[in-house]
């Protein structure tokens, strides 16, 4: 069973508009991360979230972690068509150990 | 750097054969990751290396599957003997320092046991 869960599974864009990714763990996690992967390819990182609260940003895309550090969220503005691919958070519940990704969000950007 | 380099990059073998996939970590990399990827199940860590150490194990479905890392620039994943089951995408990841923090994955080998 995953103990990460995503939501929505997959999703269907417009270029320019602006979309957000769930993922979701019933337990504390020591660290968050963000990944995307391309079809057929490896996975890239993304972004780590660590603390409570925290929140980051890279360009377009900004990933948050709750303040229960049991939710996370990434947001895309101004979506573009090199954004398409399947966005996987991936999470530890101690430093190092237990490594588990989620689903995966597969996103399609419509030009 | 090449990144995290994987092969083969394609393998399809009869059932009941022998599969070795190999993987080489970027160089300075101390931790080592073997994960699979299927349909069904999504991405699954199977093992990982801290210094050529196995930390975690616990990922690896059964005694058919064993991964060693002689050393700090290779290590292997063997499968035998392979099923029809097993077929998936294999992927090798390095990352510095003992957390699992900002992995660099390879491309993966997409095997097929027929």
């Known amino acids: 069973s995953q103990e990460l869960e995503q939501s929505p599974q997959s999703l269907i864009v417009q270029e320019g508009k602006n979309l957000t990714i769930n993922c979701t763990s019933s337990k504390t996690l020591y660290g968050l991360y963000w990944y995307k992967q391309k079809y057929g390819e490896g996975l890239i990182f993304l972004m780590m979230l660590q603390k409570g609260g925290e929140e980051k940003s890279h360009e377009k895309i900004t990933a948050k972690l709750d303040e229960k550090k049991q939710q996370s969220s990434l947001h895309i503005t101004a979506s573009q068509p090199s954004h398409a691919g399947i966005y996987l958070c991936g999470a530890d519940r101690s430093m190092g150990q237990n490594f588990v990704f989620g689903p995966g969000t597969r996103l399609s950007v419509l030009p | 750097d090449a990144g995290v380099i994987q092969s083969p990059r394609h393998e399809v073998t009869e059932m009941g054969q022998e599969v070795t996939l190999r993987c080489k970590p970027i160089s300075g990399h101390n931790s080592l990751f073997w994960y699979r990827q299927t349909m069904m199940r999504g991405l699954e860590l199977l093992i990982y290396?801290?210094?050529?150490?196995?930390?975690?194990d616990s990922g690896m479905p059964e005694d058919r599957f064993s991964a060693k890392m002689p050393n700090a620039s290779f290590s292997t994943l063997k499968i035998q003997p392979s099923e029809p089951r097993d077929s998936a995408v294999y992927f090798c990841?390095?990352?510095?320092?003992?957390?699992?923090?900002?992995?660099?994955f390879g491309p993966g080998t997409r095997l097929t046991v027929t």
């Open positions: 990841a390095s990352s510095l320092g003992a957390a699992s923090y900002e992995q660099y």
């Open positions: 290396f801290n210094n050529n150490v196995p930390i975690d």
